[in-house]
Every structure is written in C-alpha cells, then in structure tokens.
C-alpha cells in the first residue's frame, strides 16, 4: 500500500543552524510533493510545492529538494529561527495524475532554541 | 487571501446526539475536504466533494456523511456521534482537479479546524 514516512521524533536545533526534515515515500510515481507548516491547535498551512521534474525549488530560508528515484524529499530551513518551531508536514497527490487527494506524513515537529 | 471558516473551535457532545461540522470558504474553489488528525495517526481524509451536490468517500468515511448545497459551504455530519470520533476535525478547500494539460496541481487551504470531544 502507498505510505510516507517522515521521521517522528522531533528534531531540536540552535537558532541559526539549518533544519533538514526527511519524507520518504513507497508505492507511489506522485507527480508532484507538497511541504506544510501546522502549529499547535491550528491547521496546516502551505509552504512549497514541488513537481516531479523539478530537483530544488526555494523560497526565502526554504529549500525543498525531490528525489524521485530514492523516492525522497529534503526540507531544509536555512538560519533558522525559533519562530520557525511548527510541525511540518509533507504530502503527495495519491495519483499518478492530478487526483487533488493527498495523503499526509505524520509531520516532523521542529524546535528552534535559541 | 483565502479564507475557510469552520463553525465551531471547540464542541463537546454526546454519544448518540447528531453532530453538524459546517466549513465555509471564500474563494470559489470546487474541490472541498474533510480531514480528522489523532495523535499518531496524522491526517486523515474523510470525504471529498469536487463540486456541488458531489461527494467521494475518503479512507475514513464510516460513521460519517457530508452534504454540499452551495460551492463555497461543505458540512460534515456526524449521525451518531460515538467516544472514538473525538477528534481535531479539520476543513480544507483547494482548486479544481480536473482533468488534461492545463490542470496543475494546487495546494490546500486549511480551516483553522474543530476539537470535538464526545462523552
């Protein structure tokens, strides 16, 4: 069955280090990978998407990278902040096609310390 | 912005009573979801509507039932609510699946969810 996996102990870092959060996926060919933030009692809220045939797409500190033949996505969060602290979680389109359904990771939660 | 609004932040109810969940958002987006997140057992996708008087069962629709009337409103129904439905519930809209080379992939918008708790 199709699964993702990200890694569910939390992972602490200094502020101004770089977070690098891990999602691995099996049984899918997703045409594309989403990346969200959650924090605590709210709902998630979307970061980056990145497409099959796209190796890293960035966004101010973020950087996202896909491997489709490891069948892994890298988050990286470059001088970090302890406001960066959320849960993050990735998702994938359960289709090959465009579906519109995801399925999420059970998140990586992130503290920053400072 | 988009905005999805969800009826209640927190609701506490009875086993047995008829539990009503209503999503509202702003920006004319066909596809509307619902999820429950446990701790655990992260999100989770109830049921799916992709346009008016549409609906799709999710992995999780047991015990459960949805309505859309309106393109911007989707409701969850909770027939009877049972202790291992308390849970976060939350709302998500997003752009049009579709089919063919224009369609591209969007992201999801979330509400700001429900806790329901259920005696």
């Known amino acids: 069955s199709q699964k993702i996996e990200q890694n569910s102990e939390a992972l602490n870092i200094q502020e101004g280090k770089t977070a690098t959060l891990t999602c691995n996926y099996t049984?899918?060919?997703?045409?594309?990978l989403q990346w969200y933030r959650q924090d605590p009692g709210r709902g998630p809220v979307f970061l980056l998407l990145?497409?099959?045939?796209?190796k890293e797409k960035r966004k101010e500190r973020l950087k996202v990278t896909f491997d489709t033949t490891l069948k892994q996505s890298l988050f990286h969060i470059t001088a970090s902040q302890p406001a960066d602290s959320a849960t993050y979680l990735c998702?994938?389109?359960?289709?090959?096609?465009?579906?519109?359904?995801?399925?999420f990771g059970q998140g990586t939660t992130l503290q920053v310390k400072p | 912005d988009v905005k999805v609004t969800q009826s209640s932040r927190y609701l506490v109810k009875r086993t047995g009573e008829k539990v009503f969940l209503e999503c509202v958002q702003d920006?004319?987006?066909?596809?509307m979801f619902w999820y429950r997140q446990d701790p655990g057992l992260g999100l989770r996708l109830i049921y799916f509507?992709?346009?008016?008087?549409?609906?799709e069962k999710g992995d999780i629709p047991e015990g459960y039932s949805v309505s859309r009337e309106k393109k911007e409103r989707f409701s969850l129904i909770l027939e009877s609510a049972s202790t291992n439905q308390t849970s976060m519930y939350l709302c998500?809209?997003?752009?049009?699946?579709?089919?063919?080379?224009?369609?591209?992939?969007?992201?999801?918008?979330f509400g700001p969810g429900t806790r329901l708790t259920v005696t």
């Open positions: 049984n899918y060919s997703p045409a594309y």
């Open positions: 998500a809209t997003g752009g049009s699946s579709g089919r063919g080379p224009r369609v591209r992939p969007y992201e999801q918008y």
């Open positions: 998702a994938l389109d359960r289709g090959s096609s465009n579906t519109g359904k995801l399925i």
């Open positions: 920006m004319d987006h066909e596809n």
């Open positions: 509507s992709y346009d008016v008087k549409m609906k």
């Open positions: 990145i497409r099959e045939n796209e």
